[in-house]
């Protein structure tokens, strides 16, 4: 037993709890209950590092580490304790969470050190990145469920953290009520799996020593219709996963996140939240390799979330709503990879993305600081001038997340097109190849929004307003810092899972594969058919880029013009295919009515208020009867004794 990992959650509950004992003790003494959340939010989140790089060490060199903290329930033969567990694919995720997460925090000492709610802001992000730690670390399934469910918590309190402001709040709900939707689903497939290993889903050691003998044959027996057993409940899995990492048709609340912080976006997008669902299915990986079925679902679904999501990226003009649905696809990737078997590829593309998304979302969080506020491209150009160490990080992600040579999102992104173009051997004929042609599309679309953010935002003439212009300036160290890091790793991670085919070990997938057992290796071909494949990703991502250029700087009238010409589904574009148009239409309003008709009018009104006023009407109407005896007046006594002593007497006489 290991107790000292479970510090790695603890070291963040604690720097939570403080930061809230500063947010609420002494919110009137602003200056040392600034430096008190500076010194703790970000002390709890490097403490976590440090532990969980030691625990990494341990896992490299051939450890498991485990640690029981306490028997949770128990009923007869059945129990489930309170455990965390770091094999290789938790301490991976860990060494993400905790790293990505620390850069963010100290990126935020800048971002927000004018915001009056600084302290409440470090609270929330160090209990988020406790839930996220506790997803991650937990040994079974109820645990990672507790994790999973908080982080949805703290999301619904940093998206709607300037909760003043009725769109933030809205933002923040819709978040919240998207998610339950999804853990419906989740719970349900938790349910499913209990009732069926019983005491062996006690933890994920024991359910896949289940799933692999004596309960293989359960997991496959029939449960509904054609569907098994293993089917069905990982079917319940994805739909909580669709939630959590914005999948179709469950993305929604995404792009609407970008209401809170930016370094809150950063770390829903990069770090923590939307992670869940991808590690989740590779942390369950030896269950849903037992039904090609889901498998091929969930494959489908992230391609066709990859592609729709890149398209509505073409005509987005609010900065943070173009890498809003740029997460959205990268994480339709990552699905489509684990969807075919490649549980590896898709946590490598996790690890890469993790440094790249949170290099552009901090840059344009550094973008928005200096021009007090503004987020749309169409009033930025010509910045790199005025923001040279935002520029030129943001243009090293960009690469990244392109996909060029030599970047990191290159290599992440090139395996992932390997692994679906020669899909589980269960896969009907030919479904390979259609994942692979859409999400090389979606990779074209990739490198051609993602530079026109560039261009838009640091090339070209200056569209900025001139007092804004005037004042902008580069930040402050606290946020270059962080960026030219995360710059770094967006640069150089990549060259960690270098495949055979161009002369690397594949050195990341390796290392899962000590836990990851079930995992189906890309298979790049055989001659030169590989690097033909490469070539055609690679030639992909240089057109975008330079198709975006000669869009928006070479002939910077042309994009109008364009989007004029498409009409009306140009304006679909912009609306993001008007789903949210639908939902409001076919869901959101016929529930407001119905609620209205129904439950308002006639079970709140109706029922609820007239026994809770009819309980009111008769407490006043007592009290109206008793006010009559106690009205202070000394003949009001008087003469109440009086006719009180007269009937007595009466009643005596008529006794005798």
Known sequence: MDGWIAWIPA??????????????????????????STLVGCTGPFLALVLSVMAFLRVQSGDVLTARLWEWMASGFFSVDIGFRIDHLSAVMM??????????????????????????????????????????????????????EGVGLCSYLLIGFWWKDGEKA?????????????????????????????????????????????????????????????????????????????????????????????PVSALIHAATMVTAGVYMVARMHFLFVMSPLAMAVVACVGAATALVAATIGFAQNDIKKVLAYSTVSQLGFMFAAAGVGAFTVAIFHVFTHAFFKALLFLGAGSVIHALHEEQDMRKMGGLLRVLPVTGLTMIVGSFALAGVPPFSGFFSKDEILASVLHPHP??????????????????????FYTFRLVWMTFFGASRVDPHRLEKAH???????????????????????GVPHVLGGHAVF?????????????????????????????????????????????????????????????????????????????????????????????????????????????????????????????????VFFMTLAAILLLLSLLNGS
Request: charge should be positive.
């Open 474 to 496: 580069e930040s402050p160290a606290t946020m270059t810092v962080p960026l030219t890091i995360l710059s770094i790793g967006a640069a150089g991670v990549g060259f960690l």
């Open 11 to 36: 070291a963040l509950l604690i720097a939570a709890a403080t930061n809230g004992a500063v947010a609420t003790g002494l919110a009137h003494r602003q200056a040392p209950g600034r430096f008190v």
């Open 426 to 447: 269960a896969f009907p004929q030919g479904i390979g190849g259609i994942l692979y042609g859409v999400l090389l599309v979606a990779s074209f679309c990739t490198a």
């Open 509 to 637: 997938s390796g290392f899962l594969r000590q836990t990851i057992v079930s995992e189906v290796e890309a298979d790049h071909g055989t001659g030169a058919l590989p690097l033909v494949l490469i070539g055609i990703a690679v030639a992909l991502a240089v057109i975008g880029v330079g198709l975006s250029w000669f869009f928006y700087i070479k002939q910077p009238s042309l994009p109008g013009r364009f989007f004029a010409a498409l009409g009306g589904y140009g304006r679909l574009l912009a609306r993001a295919y008007r789903v949210d148009d639908l939902y409001a239409a076919t869901v959101v309003r016929p529930l407001e009515r119905a609620s209205r008709a129904l439950f308002f009018r006639r079970i709140d009104v109706g029922m609820v208020d007239a026994l809770v006023n009819f309980a009111g009407t008769f407490v006043k109407a007592l009290g109206g009867v008793v006010r009559l005896f106690q009205t202070g007046a000394v003949r009001t006594y």
């Open 170 to 262: 809205r933002a923040g709900l819709k978040a919240f009520l998207v998610n339950r939707i999804g853990d419906f689903g989740f719970m349900l497939g938790i349910l499913l799996l209990f009732a069926t290993a019983k005491e062996h889903a006690r933890d994920f050691v024991s359910l896949e020593a289940f799933a692999a003998g004596a309960g293989q044959e359960q997991l496959q027996q029939g449960f509904l219709g054609p569907l098994s057993v293993a089917t069905m409940a990982c079917l319940l899995l994805f739909v909580g996963a669709c939630g959590k990492s914005a999948q179709i048709p469950l993305y929604v609340w995404l792009p609407d996140a970008m209401a809170g912080p930016t």
């Open 95 to 148: 060494l993400v969470v905790t790293g990505v997460g620390f850069l963010i925090h100290v990126y935020s000492v800048g971002y927000m050190s004018h915001d009056p709610g600084y302290a409440r802001y470090f609270a929330y992000l160090n209990l988020f990145m406790f839930f996220m730690s506790v997803l991650v670390l937990g040994s079974s399934l109820l645990t990672l469920f507790v994790g999973w």
